[in-house]
């Protein structure tokens, strides 16, 4: 194993699809600036994001890869292949191949030197072998008229793999948020399947760097009671990962945000079912002993992880179609405002009610306490708000009786009540998942280099 003299430094340049493509540069920059190995992640799927970009692939099979691929990739890359700063990312969703494809193009058009780029696959069992295995483990509640797609939870050893094998981009599909950090550590430091100690700390470093600026002050921003410094600009975070797993949180320079012990506690315990037992791909972690301490200067240590074998099961997704979802939303201000919206209300109620059951909002009064049934909606004494805007949702096998919805509320405009305006409509396919384990050995995963784009 590597001397502490010879540590990893591993930022974050994404924390979900949709986030900041600013926020790599000043990541990248940082890291150039630090000794030793250095790598970037990019963690671009939350649970349903990976369907959507399925979705998008069934109509358009060069895409279902991370739409903003182009916008985190190409202010970074030249400064990563100078400086041998390895980019990992899972945004290549639903087409692995599509990803790579686009960063070649990127590089030709720089005039950079051709990355080696790998790819790691296993995760989609939306093919018949994959729809097989998960029909046997869903058994009745598999529906194989409304699969949509699947995809396993892989894990962090096909990163390793093809970074000791050269990959200076490693693009992936489904593999877990921490997983990307605990790659490009296996590698350095070379470890083995079995050091549970130091892959369980390895994956909490990742667990804090997987939600972006959440661990750096933005999720974590309360004005008056929790301050943070020019949120407008937050810092991504950073590791530096010990060769004992621990590490030392801190953020990209120049940039605003705060990293402390509360920072890193808050995200330490997000999305964790048990802090005795994290369950990923690679390890069991127990941070019920973990040491979070604050070294001052936006770093923070942290230290004391166990780790416990894995598990012989991998987590799988499950979609299917869901039918279709729909809402509409329409302002109300002025005098009796509310008075109005509630009108409107009622009278959206009588004319579809019997054809779905629908969800109303009055935003500015109750729209956010998971009032599904309008129970406390119906509770609340009318008063005397000034600007009220009514929100209608709901959801259908058919995409016409929808397009009702949507034309229903949107002839408010004139239909009445007075006053209405400001009307927005959406609709989208809805999913339904469904998650099982599946045995290890029936969803092997592995990695190969991308060869360059099909003629």
């Known amino acids: 194993m590597k001397t502490d003299k010879e540590t990893i430094s591993i930022g974050c340049g994404a924390g979900f699809s949709g986030d900041r493509t600013d926020a790599a540069l000043p990541v990248v920059k940082t890291l150039i600036e630090r000794p030793g190995a250095r790598a970037i992640i990019f963690e671009n799927l939350a649970e349903r994001t990976l369907a959507t970009h399925q979705l998008t692939k069934l109509s358009h099979p060069e895409l279902g890869y991370e739409p903003l691929l182009d916008l985190e990739i190409r202010p970074i890359l030249a400064d990563c292949l100078k400086h041998n700063i390895t980019i990992i990312g899972n945004f290549g969703a639903a087409n692995p191949e599509g990803a790579a494809q686009l960063i070649w193009k990127i590089a030709k058009e720089l005039d950079l030197p051709i990355p080696r780029i790998a790819i790691v696959a296993g995760d989609d069992l939306s093919g018949s072998h994959g729809r097989a295995i998960i029909q046997e483990h869903l058994a009745q509640d598999f529906d194989d008229r409304r699969f949509v797609c699947a995809n396993a939870y892989q894990g962090a050893w096909e990163i390793a793999q093809a970074i000791q094998a050269g990959a200076q981009i490693v693009v992936a599909g489904r593999v877990a948020d921490p997983s990307l950090t605990v790659g490009p550590v296996i590698a350095h430091y070379d470890l083995r399947v079995d050091q549970w100690q130091e892959i369980a700390g390895a994956t909490m470093a990742g667990h804090l760097l997987e939600c972006g600026a959440q661990v750096s002050g933005g999720y974590f921003a309360d004005p008056g009671k929790k301050e943070v410094p020019n949120s407008h600009n937050i810092g991504f975070p950073i590791a530096e990962v010990f060769p004992d ?23 330490l315990l997000y999305e964790v079912h048990d802090p005795a037992a994290y369950i990923t791909p690679d390890v069991i972690a127990d941070i019920t002993q973990a040491t979070v301490e604050d070294l001052g200067n936006n770093q923070v240590r942290l230290s004391g992880v166990i780790g416990h074998p894995r598990t012989n099961t991998l987590k799988a997704n499950v979609f299917f179609d869901g039918g279709w979802f729909g809402e509409a939303e329409i302002s109300y201000a002025g005098q009796n405002a509310e008075g109005r919206a509630r009108l409107a209300m009622d009278i959206l109620e009588k004319r579809l009610g019997n054809l779905m059951p629908l ?26 708000n000034q600007d009220v805007r009514l929100r209608v949702a709901g959801q259908h096998e058919t995409l016409s009786e929808i397009d009702r919805l949507l034309r229903e509320l949107t002839a408010l405009w004139t239909g009445g009540p007075a006053g209405g305006g400001g009307v927005r409509t959406n609709k989208r396919r809805r999913l339904s998942t469904k998650s099982c384990l599946i045995k290890r050995e029936q969803v092997p995963a592995h990695f190969y280099f991308f060869k360059g784009p099909s003629k």
Request: charged share 20%.
């Open 359 to 384: 969800r109303f909002d009055l935003i500015g009064i109750t729209s956010i306490l998971g009032d599904d049934g309008n129970l406390l909606l119906k509770g609340i004494a009318p008063g005397s």
């Open 245 to 267: 797993g621990s590490c030392i949180i801190s953020k990209a320079n120049d940039c605003g945000g705060i990293v402390n012990a509360q920072t890193v506690k808050e995200q």
